[in-house]
C-alpha cells in the first residue's frame, strides 16, 4: 500500500517538473550544492545567521528565476539573443562614463533603486549571441564565421578588462569561445590563434594589465616574497586548506577561517574555509557534485537536436566548470587571485542569479526535446 503511494507521489512530483519544464535530476544536484553553500556560509561568516538568511532569500529568487527563464520558447531565447547582447554592450558603455567607482574599479551603475554589475548579462548574452550567430551557418565554422564570432566576444571583454575586472571577462570570454570549440572551429584554426595569442603576451601583460593584476601573477610565483602584503591572500588559503588533512576539523571547528586569517572567507575564498572542515575527502565529493552537475549540462546539450540549443547549452555548461576550475586553483595557488566566485557556494546574489538563469536556459533546451534520464 505504501509503495503504491509512494508510486503516485512520484509519478505527480514528475508531471509537476514537466509541466514547470524542469529537469529533476538537474534541480536535485542544484539543490544539494545551494544547500551545502548555506550551511558552509554559516561557518564562513561567524556563525552569523542573518548572512545564512540573506543567501538562502537570493537562492530562492536565484531559483524562481531558473523556472521563469526555463519556460522561456527556445525560439524567443534565440530571438532575444542579439537584443539582450547590444543592451549588455550599451550599458558597459554606459559604466565607462557613468559608473559608480568601488574599491579601485568602475563596474556598478547605480539608478536609485537598484545598482547592478551590467558585465553580469554578458556571461549570458554572449554565449547566446554567438550560438546564436552559428547555427544559422554551415558547420564547423570557417574563417569567416570565426572572425565575427571573434569581434563578438572581444568587444564586450575589453570593455569588461577595462573596468577593471579580469575574471568577469575570463568568464565571458570563455562562455564565448567555448561556442566555437563547440561548432567545430578546425584544430589547424586553434593553433593558429594560440600562436598569435602567445606572440601578443608580451604585449598584453604591458599594456592590458594593471600594476596591482601584475603583481599577482608575480606574487603567484613566489608567494613568499611578500607574506604580509601580495602573498598573504594565497599563503592562508594554503595553509588553511592543507591543516584540514584527510577528514577536515569539522563543521564550524576551522582555526584558520574562525581567527580570521583566511581573507574573503565568505566570498572568494570560501573554498578555503570547506577545504579545512571537511578535509580532502570532503573536496574531492564536492567537485564530484559540480562535476555531475557539468556532465549533466553536457548530456542536455547533446541530445538536442537543435544546433543553437546545443551550442548554448554545451557553452554554459563548460563556463560553469571555468567557475570550479579558476576559483579552486586560485585558492590553492595554482592560478593568480581574480575574483571569481565558488560557483552557488560563495556569498552574493549577483553572479548567483546569472547561473542560475544559465542553469534554466539549459532547462529550456532540454524541455524542447523532452527525455527522461
Given at each position: ?5 509512494n508510486?503516485?507521489q ?5 508531471r509537476?517538473?514537466d ?20 550551511v558552509?556560509?554559516y ?14 532569500v ?31 554592450v ?28 551590467p558585465?553580469?548579462?554578458?556571461k549570458?548574452?554572449?554565449p ?44 565571458v ?16 584554426i586553434?593553433?593558429?590563434?594560440g600562436v ?26 613566489n ?6 602584503g601580495a ?52 573536496s ?25 540549443g546545443r ?14 576550475f579558476v ?8 592560478l593568480p587571485?581574480?575574483?571569481v ?7 552574493g546574489g ?16 532540454r ?6 534520464n
Amino acid at each position: 500500500m505504501s509503495h503504491d503511494i509512494n508510486s503516485e507521489q512520484m509519478s505527480v512530483t514528475r508531471r509537476l517538473l514537466d509541466a514547470l519544464r524542469l529537469d529533476p535530476v538537474l534541480l536535485a544536484l542544484l539543490f544539494i550544492l545551494s544547500a551545502i553553500g548555506v550551511v558552509l556560509l554559516y561557518s564562513a561568516g561567524g556563525s552569523d545567521v542573518d548572512l545564512m538568511i540573506r543567501q538562502a532569500v537570493r537562492l530562492s529568487v536565484a531559483f524562481l528565476l531558473l523556472v521563469v527563464v526555463a519556460n522561456i520558447p527556445l525560439r524567443l531565447i534565440k530571438k532575444a539573443s542579439f537584443i539582450l547582447y547590444l543592451l549588455g554592450v550599451m550599458l558597459l558603455l554606459a559604466v565607462m562614463f557613468f559608473g559608480e567607482v568601488g574599491k579601485g574599479a568602475q563596474r556598478w551603475l547605480d539608478l536609485g533603486f537598484i545598482r547592478f554589475q551590467p558585465s553580469e548579462i554578458l556571461k549570458l548574452a554572449v554565449p547566446m549571441v554567438v550560438a546564436a550567430y552559428l547555427s544559422n551557418r554551415l558547420l564547423p565554422a570557417g574563417w569567416k564565421e570565426l572572425i565575427v564570432s571573434v569581434v563578438l566576444v572581444m568587444i564586450p571583454v575589453i570593455l569588461i578588462a577595462r573596468q577593471p575586472d579580469l575574471g568577469t571577462a575570463i568568464l565571458v570570454g570563455s562562455a564565448g569561445f567555448f561556442v566555437l570549440f563547440l561548432a567545430g572551429v578546425r584544430w589547424k584554426i586553434m593553433m593558429i590563434l594560440g600562436v598569435l595569442l602567445s606572440l601578443m603576451a608580451p604585449l598584453l601583460w604591458k599594456v592590458a594589465l594593471r600594476d596591482y593584476q601584475r603583481e599577482r601573477i608575480l606574487t603567484l610565483l613566489n608567494p613568499e616574497s611578500d607574506p604580509l602584503g601580495a602573498g598573504y591572500h594565497i599563503i592562508q588559503s594554503k595553509i588553511a586548506i592543507g591543516s584540514g588533512g584527510v577528514y577536515g576539523k569539522g563543521w564550524l571547528n576551522g582555526t584558520q577561517s574562525q581567527l580570521d586569517f583566511v581573507p574573503e572567507r565568505s566570498t572568494d575564498f570560501i573554498f578555503s574555509v570547506f577545504g579545512e572542515e571537511f578535509g580532502f575527502f570532503g573536496s574531492v565529493l564536492l567537485i564530484c557534485l559540480y562535476v555531475v552537475i557539468i556532465y549533466r549540462g553536457l548530456y542536455v546539450a547533446a541530445s538536442s537536436s537543435d544546433n543553437f540549443g546545443r551550442l548554448l547549452a554545451g557553452a554554459l555548461s563548460l563556463t560553469f566548470f571555468v567557475y570550479l576550475f579558476v576559483n579552486t586553483s586560485m585558492v590553492t595557488g595554482m592560478l593568480p587571485v581574480v575574483g571569481v566566485p565558488l560557483p552557488l557556494i560563495s556569498y552574493g546574489g549577483t553572479s548567483m542569479v546569472t547561473l542560475m538563469m544559465g542553469f534554466g536556459l539549459i532547462m529550456a533546451i532540454r524541455s524542447s526535446k523532452r527525455f527522461w534520464n
